[in-house]
């Protein structure tokens, strides 16, 4: 069990561990509800792996949609989420989320500096399941200048290295669509001119780019709100033990024998366990191929710190981890990461394929897809990698991996190794040991299709999900164009996670539970603490952000409902 509790110097109405979507939520949901808030955050930052996301948030039914016009029947997302999740379906969760995503919007933006812009466009991943939603259901922070942080943005998290332009994030939508265009539109040329002067001049003012979008703009956001509802933050804080007296939760402890005391609970929001080696090795598929993005404070504090008052993980998954395609980068400097293909997969003329050189799956459907299709195509013995190839038009009009459109030079890619290339089929499939008969019959036959705008194999294109995933300009299928210009080109693909879905048990409230389900008084999770709410499937983008932020809310509002 917890520590006891002992005389405290300081004492505060909640207790939030850690600083990312969901501990923020928490945090300033209660502290706009009139309590005082103290966060604790491991890092020298604030933000945690929410601040490196694409920053969707999954909120079907939010006012954002229902003042563009796209109003539904909370029956209709019930319906899509119960037939994805099959026997994983979680009724109170999931009646839960259902009933507080809507008003964890509303409540953010009227009262806090977290505004939205909606997503009206971007349908559900499995458009062929009843109830599946064409538009509306997600939301994303609106861009942030974060000079309205002053000196507090020291605090915030940089973007990842691989998912931004040189510090500077681009958000998916209009945004990087002027990107991706502005070698043959005049108006994209000057859009694009005009963010990186200004990226350009903040890094020479700041140090850092202060235009923020994605998930940096939802926690620069959260973090000004956070700063004007008066909590408490405080960074490289590593709790050791919670407190717990007259059966409830009431405090941490800090190694050094420190303790803070909470009236109303505490909240554990600690990022998951995507570096904890040990518990990985438990329950991980691949674990030694996994290559998680999280960020390397994830190490499953939450988890420990709810086990060692009785707490329970929630076992009742698909899976434990949230997949996706990551390619291993290498920097000049001589730096490492993973990039995540999101983006790419989806575009007309590219296709994933093993070292036999075949297809295994459709390349336009949900990132997390890839990988479970993946895993299953190449069978327990065989190493989990595949590669996506393109040609020279596909490269340049809209990149693959870390290597970017035109007009970016992509020599020191091909130099390094990560992007590998020949002048004909043949060749690339030797340049990167895959079978180049069968890769030379692959592409035949994508090719066959693609000059119909078909792809007889898997279906590219033929739902609203994939064909937002593609390029309106390509007719007839956005998703589907030959591979025929030399040179060709390949970047190997191997599994890769933005976090963990298994977590702590909890309800509908975000109580933890213990082991015979009953509640832990005073212990509430939110974030990648509290077990997917979705089973360990990924029904939609922003799956988790959206309850990273509605549980977050909901732990929050309870605890200030609660008597102190």
Not at 72 to 101: C, H, I, M, S, W
Not at 312 to 325: I, R, S, T
Not at 377 to 405: K, Q, T
């Amino acid at each position: 069990m917890g520590a006891q509790i002992s005389p405290t110097r300081e004492c505060f109405d909640l207790i939030v561990i850690g600083s990312g979507a969901g501990g923020l939520s928490a945090a300033v949901t209660a502290a706009r509800m009139g309590c005082s808030v103290l966060v604790l955050e491991k890092t020298a930052e604030i933000g945690g792996t929410s601040a490196w996301s694409g920053g969707w948030i999954f909120a079907p039914r939010n006012p954002v949609a229902v003042r563009a016009g796209i109003i539904e029947d909370v029956e209709a997302p019930r319906r899509y989420l119960r037939a994805v999740t099959g026997n994983y379906y979680k009724d109170e969760k999931v009646e839960a989320f259902l009933q507080a995503a809507p008003e964890m919007v509303s409540f953010f933006e009227e009262n806090t500096a977290l505004q939205f812009d909606g997503g009206l466009v971007i349908p559900d991943t499995y458009g062929h399941q009843p109830g599946a939603g064409l538009g509306g259901r997600s939301v994303i922070a609106k861009p942030f200048d974060a000079r309205a942080l002053g000196k507090a943005v020291t605090l915030l998290r940089k973007p990842l290295r691989e998912t931004s332009f040189k510090g500077m994030t681009i958000q998916s939508g209009p945004d990087l669509k002027a990107f991706m265009s502005m070698t043959r539109s005049l108006g994209s040329f000057a859009y694009v001119t005009r963010r990186v002067l200004r990226h350009f001049r903040d890094l020479a003012l700041y140090r850092r780019g202060m235009d923020l979008r994605n998930g940096a703009a939802l926690i620069g956001r959260l973090l000004k709100s956070a700063l004007d509802a008066g909590v408490d933050l405080r960074v490289s804080q590593s709790v050791a033990e919670l407190v717990e007296a007259e059966g409830r939760i009431c405090g941490v402890r800090f190694a050094d024998g420190q303790v803070i005391a909470s009236r109303r609970g505490v909240v554990l929001a600690c990022g998951g366990y995507g570096h904890d080696l040990a518990r990985r090795a438990e329950t991980f598929e691949r674990d030694d191929e996994n290559r998680t993005l999280a960020v390397p404070s994830a190490t499953g504090d939450g988890l420990r710190l709810g086990e060692g008052v009785g707490a329970a993980l929630d076992q009742d998954l698909a899976g434990p981890v949230a997949y996706c395609p990551v390619s291993h980068v290498v920097w000049p400097d001589g730096g490492t990461g993973h990039f995540p293909h999101i983006i790419d997969r989806g575009k007309p003329g590219v296709i994933g394929v093993l070292a036999d050189g075949r297809r295994f799956c459709n390349e336009g459907l949900g990132y997390h897809d890839y990988v479970t299709h993946l895993i299953r195509a190449v069978g327990p013995e065989a190493p989990a990698r595949s590669w996506l190839i393109c040609d020279h038009r596909f490269l340049r009009r809209y990149g693959l991996g870390i290597v970017r459109p035109a007009p970016v030079p992509f020599g020191y890619w091909v130099g390094a190794g990560y992007l590998k290339t020949g002048k004909t089929i043949a060749a690339l499939a030797a340049h990167c040991g895959i079978d180049p008969a069968g890769l030379m019959a692959t592409v035949s036959a994508w090719n066959e299709g693609a000059q119909r705008g078909e792809d007889p194999a898997f279906g590219r294109g033929t739902t609203a999900y994939m064909r937002l995933q593609g390029d309106p300009d390509q007719c007839p299928n956005p998703n589907v164009a030959p591979i025929i210009r030399a040179p060709f080109y390949a970047v190997e693909v191997v599994p890769g996670s933005f976090g963990t879905f298994a977590g702590l048990r909890t309800d509908g409230s975000a109580r933890v539970l213990d082991a015979q389900g009953g509640v832990i008084a005073g212990l509430y999770a939110a974030g990648t603490d509290n077990a997917n709410v979705f089973g360990g499937f990924y029904p939609a983008g922003g799956i988790n952000l959206g309850p990273a932020m509605t549980f977050g809310f909901v732990a929050g509002r309870h605890a200030a409902r609660a008597a102190g």
